[in-house]
């Protein structure tokens, strides 16, 4: 029973390690097009500005490595999502998913 218990906590270990790493690569992906894109389209934010998009705005990115970060992005999202259906995880284990 130990052994089970150990292995969802690692399971649970990877999943928080794989959130982290999507986490950083949607901030990645947004900055290297505000740095690249929006300064080549002379857009310009003020301070308040609120910026929203969808998350496809990525792969039509003219960056390559935008690109490149999003296919990485949404693999990583269909690799959680699988361990997550494939596992008997409760609620409470899972909450900082949401």
């Known amino acids: 029973m130990k052994s089970k218990k150990k292995y969802k906590k690692e399971l649970l270990k990877s999943l928080k ?20 894109e929006m300064k080549d389209n002379n857009i310009k934010f003020k301070k308040g500005d609120v910026f929203s998009f969808e998350d496809d705005i990525f ?10 970060l999003a296919k990485l992005r949404k ?23 949401a």
């Open 17 to 36: 390690h794989l959130e982290a790493a999507e986490s950083a690569s949607l901030r990645v992906m947004t900055n290297l097009m505000l740095l690249k």
């Open 59 to 68: 792969d039509y990115s003219e960056d390559k490595n935008v690109r490149i």
């Open 75 to 97: 693999k990583t999202m269909k690799a959680m999502q699988k361990l997550v259906e494939n596992n008997s995880f409760k609620d409470k284990e899972l909450q900082f998913l």
